[in-house]
């Protein structure tokens, strides 16, 4: 029997693929269960309806997130902060303190989770942070630490 996947099933396939099963198994296992239904033809329209709408979405948020990026390239953040001698500072700076400061200074809202620090910022000095906004579109964000 060919059924189209609802849920993710480990070594049969993902949510919305379309897949070859015993009739026993589809009809006692994944079609009571929620996790599967029976392909017939409407059914394989509105799965082919729902990819589309899924692909023109992803399409505005790449789109929507390549726009932000170029916001952010030309974008710099000045953070202040408490320091020793040596430009050595009280602290560091973390991914959440640039993505305040982001919001802060420039209105845009990043989550601190999409900025790639590599290890917090000890020291003053001016550094380019990479933040990625979505699979394939990041941005370079320069950082200002002053005492």
Known sequence: MIVILQKDLKGTG??????????????????????????????IKSLKKQ???????????????????KKISALSVTIKTKGGEGGRLFGSITSKDIAQALADQHKIKVDKKKIELESPIKQTGTFTVPIKLYPEVSAQLKVTVTV
């Open 51 to 69: 990819k589309e709408i899924a692909a023109e979405k992803k399409a505005e948020q790449k789109a929507s997130a390549e726009e932000t990026a």
């Open 14 to 43: 993902k949510a919305g693929d379309v897949v070859k099963v015993s009739d026993g198994y589809a009809r006692n296992m994944l079609i009571p269960k929620g996790i599967a239904k029976e392909a017939t033809e409407g059914n």
